[in-house]
């Protein structure tokens, strides 16, 4: 069965520092997504990619943030300056046709210390 | 977007079916119910959706009462491996960015 993947599975950065999470969608998919979920807290939303550009975006997602499909496989987030608060884990998803069943990835935690 | 309330925990004894609940009383005509789930630690998973009629698939079966204004997700002989915290979640059939909104959900112990 396909599956999203995601890379690495945990980050240690520094504050200040750039990071870039990685995620390979299902193949046949269209539609990209990134959440996060910091430690006991929801699952939110970041942002959302279709046709090679931002269809949504939340409040979160700031200018710090930043997407992009360099290739025909690979959804990256980067974030430019990482921050404490930053800390949580990213979730990458995928959906196709059905929007709204959407495929997660195994996450990558990220630790700004 | 409609409001979805769930129970925040309930338990389920394994071998038994568990059914979750979940009130949406403001859902609108064009908005559909999904179940989500999430294991601990790791990504929600896509479970089932429906509009107005009752589904069934290979992990659960989801019961709309007639007014929508509520929903059952049944897992119908829960496993330990059912235990996660699982989300209602409202939407329209699609709108500019598809997000999904995730609630507190309610977190299901399946005990042996």
């Known amino acids: 069965e396909p599956e999203v993947t995601q890379t690495p599975s945990h980050q240690v950065t520094q504050m200040g520092q750039e990071v870039i999470l990685r995620c390979v969608p299902i193949s046949n998919h269209l539609y990209f997504y990134w959440y996060r979920q910091i430690l006991g807290q929801k699952v939110e939303f970041l942002v959302s990619?279709?046709?090679?550009?931002?269809?949504?975006k939340s409040e979160i997602f700031d200018d710090q943030f930043s997407v992009e499909r360099p290739d025909g496989s690979n959804f990256t987030l980067k974030i430019r300056s990482t921050k404490l608060e930053d800390s949580a884990m990213y979730f990458c998803?995928?959906?196709?046709?059905?929007?709204?069943?959407?495929?997660f990835g195994p996450g990558t935690r990220l630790t700004v210390t | 977007d409609a409001k979805t309330t769930q129970p925040p925990s309930m338990d389920c004894a394994e071998g038994r079916a568990a059914n979750l609940p979940c009130n949406h009383s403001?859902?609108?005509?064009?908005?559909?119910v999904y179940w989500y789930r999430q294991i601990h630690s790791q990504g929600p998973q896509y479970i089932i959706h429906g509009l107005k009629n009752n589904e069934t698939n290979e992990m659960a079966s989801l019961i709309i009462t007639e007014d929508r204004k509520s929903s059952t997700l049944i897992l119908p002989h829960a496993t330990l491996r059912d235990t996660a915290v699982y989300y209602c979640i409202v939407r329209p059939a699609s709108n500019a960015g598809n997000m999904l909104t995730f609630g507190g959900g309610t977190r299901l112990m399946v005990k042996p």
């Open positions: 998803a995928s959906s196709g046709d059905r929007v709204y069943e959407q495929y």
């Open positions: 990619f279709y046709n090679n550009e931002i269809s949504e």
């Open positions: 403001t859902i609108s005509g064009n908005e559909y």
